[in-house]
Every structure is written in structure tokens, then in C-alpha cells.
């Protein structure tokens, strides 16, 4: 299978870093192609220009969002990691969104109905956040991210989202609690019976 890992975070000593160390080494293990996107590393432009609005309604990108296209088009499976900064997805990330996720290729509208064109991938988002759960919980803002994030995004345009992981209070996480958490996303990904990639 085709995996495409689309990463956001600045620090290579990060727990999100971890967690892409993590998914990449149980997918190699399983044989699977992997491509990893790291965004930062590859300096991608997040700033959706006039001209990046002007072509997409021509169904005409630029040469490094065709890039960008061309491995989610080739992916069967996406893995979105990055950490929750101000309730939301890292800039570099959401841009990344904003263009490469263009109408056209990630979703249009016929008759004036939405249609999601990423259909038949499967996806994963692993998050972390410095907020507690229970203070999430307790604003609502947990219900708030799946909302922005899987039914304003990923679901929008056709993914399949398999699993959302919220990892919560990592910026001050203890070793029992990171060896917890890598074991959750080794099974996401390693165990037959709980995931169809």
C-alpha cells in the first residue's frame, strides 16, 4: 500500500517528530511505499497568492503544488501529523491546505452540490496539544477541532478518516505516558484486526 505522511513541526526533537519516526518504521517494517512530506524541511510556500486563485478556478497550479498533488493522487493512505497551536493546524500546515487542496482536484461543486474528490483514501491525524482533555472537553473545543479539522477538511474532500488522535498535555508528557501513546499509534497502523491499511 501507498502511504503519503503530510508532517508540520519545526523540531526535530519533537514528540511529533516521535510520532512520525514511529509510523514510518512500523510502515517500512510492513512493507508498505512511503512518502514523507515534511513541510518545514521542504520550505513549502503556505501564502495563497491571487495567482494561486486565479488558476485554481482555471484548474491551473503552480509546478510545486502539482508536485503536492501528484503524491496524494499516487497515496492510498494519508497520515497528517502536526501539534495544535491556537485551537488549529500549524500555518505552514494550513496553507499547505489552502493550495494544494485546490477546487478541482480535492473537491468541486455540481449543480451546486459539494462532492469530495479524494475518495478511496484512507486517513489518520495525529495531534498533539498543551491543553488537558478534560479543559477541551469542558469548552467544547475537542468537538470544535473534529468539526474544523475531519468534517471541515479531510471528510469535505473525500478522505475516509480512519482515526484522530488527540494527544493532550505533551508539551509536559512523562515517559509512561509517550511509551502509552506510541503503542496507540503502533496499533493503529500494525494491527490487522483493528485497521484495514
Not at 509546478?63 to 497551536?85: C, L
Request: glycine share 8%; with cysteine; aromatic share 12%.
Amino acid at each position: 500500500m501507498k502511504h503519503l505522511i503530510i508532517y508540520a513541526h519545526p523540531n526535530d526533537q519533537s514528540l511529533n517528530n516521535h510520532f512520525k519516526k514511529t509510523v514510518v518504521e512500523v510502515l517500512q517494517n510492513a512493507g508498505h511505499e512511503i512518502e514523507v512530506r515534511d513541510l518545514y524541511r521542504i520550505n513549502f510556500n503556505p501564502v495563497l497568492s491571487l495567482e494561486d486563485m486565479k488558476g485554481q478556478r482555471m484548474g491551473a497550479v503552480d509546478a510545486g503544488v502539482q508536485k503536492e498533488q501528484a503524491f496524494i493522487s499516487r497515496a492510498d493512505h494519508i497520515t497528517f501529523i502536526y501539534p495544535i497551536w491556537w485551537t488549529g493546524m500549524p500555518a505552514i500546515l494550513k496553507g499547505y491546505i489552502d493550495r494544494v487542496f485546490s477546487y478541482g482536484f480535492a473537491y468541486e461543486y455540481n449543480a451546486g452540490v459539494q462532492k469530495g474528490l479524494l475518495n478511496g483514501r484512507q486517513a489518520v491525524i495525529i495531534n498533539t496539544h498543551g491543553k488537558s482533555a478534560a479543559e477541551y472537553a469542558g469548552i467544547g473545543m475537542d468537538k470544535a477541532l473534529l468539526l474544523t479539522s475531519d468534517k471541515g477538511i479531510y471528510s469535505y474532500c473525500g478522505l475516509d478518516v480512519k482515526q484522530h488522535f488527540f494527544f493532550d498535555r505533551a508539551d509536559r508528557a512523562e515517559s509512561e505516558c509517550i511509551e502509552n501513546w506510541t503503542k496507540q499509534v503502533v496499533s493503529a497502523f500494525d494491527n490487522p484486526d483493528t485497521n484495514t491499511f
